[in-house]
C-alpha cells in the first residue's frame, strides 16, 4: 500500500464524524494551520463525501469499529502506511511489559516524528521531507531514513549548509520559542537536541486509546 497523497483536512473529518463524544479531532496534518479558523475541521465538522452530508451517523458502532476507527486514526496521526504499521505492532508484542505502551513509544521515536516534537518542521509530512532530503545528523552521522528509530543518548543536529536555508531559519525560531517534550533537551546554543529517555505514555500527547489498536491486532 502506498502512502497516502490526497487531501489531508477529509482525514480529519472523518475522524471527527466518527467520534461519538461529539469533540473534535484534529490530527495536525497541516501544522500551525490546524490551529487556526482555516482548519477544515473547524469551518466544516461532517464526514467528507456529499452523500454524508446532513445525514446523520449510526448511533451503534460495534466493538470491532471502534478498534479499527482508532487503529486508522493513530496510523494517520502518525503518517505510516498500513504495512509498517503492523510490523511496528509486532515488534512492540515481542517485547516484555505492556504491548500497547511499547506500540506508542515505538511510533514516537521515529526520527520524523522527533523532529515534529522539535519544533524543526511545521508538520510530521515536512520533518519526512526534511529528514529524507539529509538536512539531519545522528551522532555526526548523517541520517535520511524518516522510520529511523532515536534511543536514549543519541544526539541530533542540524547539518551546517542547511542551517542557513530560510526554512531552518524560520523553523529555529519557532523551536527556540517553544518547549520540547520533557523526554528530549534542545540546545539552542548549538541548534541540537539530545533524547535523555524513553517517552512515558504521561509525556506523548496523542489522543489514542492504545489498548484498543491492540485488541484489534489480537483477534
Known amino acids: 500500500m502506498s502512502r497516502y497523497t490526497g487531501p489531508v483536512c477529509r482525514l480529519c473529518r472523518r ?45 451503534k458502532v460495534s466493538e470491532y469499529g471502534r478498534q479499527l476507527r482508532e487503529k486508522q486514526k493513530m496510523r494517520r496521526y502518525y503518517g505510516v502506511i498500513e504495512a509498517q ?5 509486532r515488534q512492540a508484542a515481542r517485547v516484555p511489559g505492556q504491548t500497547g505502551r511499547t506500540f506508542l513509544q515505538l511510533l514516537e521515536r521515529r ?4 523532529v515534529y516534537r522539535l519544533n524543526l518542521a511545521n508538520s510530521r ?12 545528523r545522528i551522532n555526526g552521522r ?3 531514513v524518516p522510520s529511523y528509530i532515536v534511543k536514549p543518548g543519541d544526539v541530533i543536529s542540524i547539518g551546517e549548509r542547511s542551517l ?6 524560520s523553523n529555529l525560531e519557532v523551536a527556540r520559542s517553544r518547549r520540547a517534550p520533557e523526554w528530549l533537551e534542545f540546545n539552542d546554543q548549538e541548534n541540537s537536541a539530545k533524547v535523555t529517555q524513553l517517552p512515558s505514555r504521561e509525556q506523548i500527547d ?10 484489534y491486532y489480537s483477534r
Request: charged share 25%; hydrophobic share 30%.
Open 164 to 169: 542557513k536555508s530560510t526554512v531552518f531559519q
Open 142 to 144: 548523517t541520517v535520511n
Open 111 to 114: 526520527l520524523d516524528n522527533v
Open 85 to 89: 504499521f503492523s510490523n511496528y505492532f
Open 15 to 59: 475522524e471527527t464524524a466518527a467520534n461519538r463524544t461529539g469533540e473534535k479531532i484534529k490530527l495536525f496534518l497541516k501544522g500551525d494551520r490546524c490551529l487556526t479558523k482555516k482548519c477544515a475541521v473547524e469551518r466544516r465538522g461532517t464526514a467528507p463525501g456529499q452523500k454524508t452530508q446532513g445525514k446523520p451517523g449510526r448511533q
Open 125 to 136: 509530512a515536512q520533518a519526512r521531507q526534511l529528514v529524507t532530503h539529509r538536512h539531519f
Open 206 to 215: 496523542t489522543p489514542v486509546d492504545e489498548q484498543l489498536i491492540v485488541e
